[in-house]
């Protein structure tokens, strides 16, 4: 019995040492590149975030070129599963881009997948940001420096389509009679409804973190 518990408490031990050296939960930095499309348009101020520009048929050079912002942020994880060789992950990572620029870019991801013994891990899962939903997939790979881990991702958010709708509008035209006299009046429509649809821009990311193990 007394060799039974000695070797559970041990187990537990070497699992809980495993977890300490494989959780990379830490502060998060690096650069977010952003193809043409209404994220790279609004980075570059071509148009305004919260204005009726980004709702406009774009003419000339808007929408036609990317851009690049920064990330900052903070990412945590749990385990789902244990094993000699890959370990199960649920991460969390909350960022604001674009701060260099003088805006607030908020995104947060939650992401499932697995990390090897060697440092390797992929996972994907939903990411919701000022342009929506979307699915976000990444790999990266945990660089040991003593007790030192930097871990180095690489994350992928495809290009969505988006629809924006105009109301149509009109002007009041007032109506008189023979006398000068107000006697109502109607709409007339000076512009009909109308919609566009801009590409969002994928987004390709390069994110570093820091995290000392125990």
């Known amino acids: 019995m007394k060799r039974i ?27 977010t590149m952003v193809s ?8 570059r101020k071509d148009v305004s975030m919260f204005s009726d520009e ?5 003419t000339g050079e808007t929408g036609k070129y990317g851009a690049v912002m920064s990330q900052y942020g903070w990412q945590w994880e749990s385990r789902f599963a244990d094993g000699e060789k890959v370990v199960g992950i649920v991460e969390w990572i909350a ?30 899962g939903p990411n919701l940001s000022l342009g929506g939903i979307a699915m976000v997939i990444g790999a990266g790979y945990n660089f040991k420096f003593g007790k030192l881990n930097v871990p180095v991702n690489i994350a992928y958010v495809p290009s969505m389509n988006k629809t924006y709708t105009h109301e149509a509008e ?45």
């Open 95 to 124: 960022l604001v881009g674009g701060m260099e620029k003088g805006m607030f870019l908020p995104s947060v991801s939650s992401m499932v997948g697995l990390r090897t013994d060697k440092g390797i891990e992929f996972a994907v």
């Open 54 to 58: 980004i709702r406009e048929e774009w």
């Open 170 to 214: 009109y002007n009041w035209i007032d109506e008189y009679d023979e006398n000068g006299n107000h006697i109502g009046g109607y709409e007339l429509e000076i512009s009909p409804e109308y919609s566009v649809t801009h590409p969002t821009g994928a987004r390709i990311s390069v994110m570093f973190g820091f995290n000392l193990s125990k």
């Open 36 to 43: 043409s499309g209404s994220l790279a348009s609004i980075l």
């Open 5 to 31: 518990f000695t070797t559970i408490i041990l187990s537990i031990t070497l699992l809980s040492m495993d977890a300490q050296v494989a959780k990379l939960s830490g502060p998060r930095i690096g650069l």
